[in-house]
């Protein structure tokens, strides 16, 4: 039996968003467990092009960088601050609009202070990432990030709040 025309279209377009769809959810995920792994055998420069854009552009409560550059440095004085961490995320939404998407999950996370003569709590922080992603030659990779920090618990890496009370 041959599909008419019409219909074999209708179905390449949703097998396109289909594979579309998992390749950036495939990205979201790659850089949250990123969050936890980079790093482990010492400063590792070579993740970033996996995950984002040459010419990213990214913001955080700790700061914030344009390019490749900085990102690996960015991340690993932010991870640094902390023995170990814990990053789980949900409800990815991707919006696509042909070779770009609008994307955004919710993180929790647990940070682990390093051990010190007193007994900290952790640091426990929830909030989302938003940004744009771009198809590229190597994939998809994301042009613009950025964490909205929406509470935290614990003393921060400073030892203060992370977020102020309204």
């Known amino acids: 039996m041959t599909l008419p025309q019409d219909?074999?279209?209708?179905?390449r377009a949703q097998v396109r968003e289909l594979t579309d769809r998992a390749a950036i959810n495939e990205l979201l995920d790659r850089y949250?467990?990123?969050?936890?792994t980079q790093d482990e055998n010492g400063f590792?420069?070579?993740?970033?092009?996996?995950?984002?854009?040459?010419?990213?552009r990214m913001t955080f409560p700790v700061g914030t960088c344009e390019?490749?550059?900085?990102?690996?440095?960015?991340?690993?004085?932010a991870k640094n601050r902390f023995a170990r961490t814990l990053h789980?995320?949900?409800n990815h939404t991707v919006a696509l609009d042909g070779d770009r998407a609008e994307v955004r999950l919710h993180v929790v996370a647990t940070h682990v202070h390093h051990p010190s003569g007193?007994?900290?709590?952790h640091f426990d922080?929830?909030?989302?990432?938003?940004?744009?992603?771009?198809?590229?030659?190597?994939g998809w990779r994301l042009r613009t990030w950025a964490f909205h920090l929406v509470w935290s618990t614990g003393p921060g890496p400073d030892g203060g709040c992370a977020v102020e009370s309204p």
Do not use: M, N
């Open 88 to 90: 789980l995320s949900s």
């Open 67 to 77: 390019g490749l550059s900085d990102v690996a440095q960015l991340h690993h004085v």
């Open 32 to 36: 949250i467990v990123l969050l936890d």
């Open 7 to 11: 219909e074999l279209a209708e179905l």
């Open 118 to 121: 007193e007994d900290r709590p």
């Open 44 to 56: 590792d420069d070579t993740w970033p092009p996996t995950v984002f854009t040459d010419d990213v």
């Open 125 to 138: 922080i929830g909030g989302y990432y938003k940004g744009e992603a771009v198809r590229t030659e190597a």
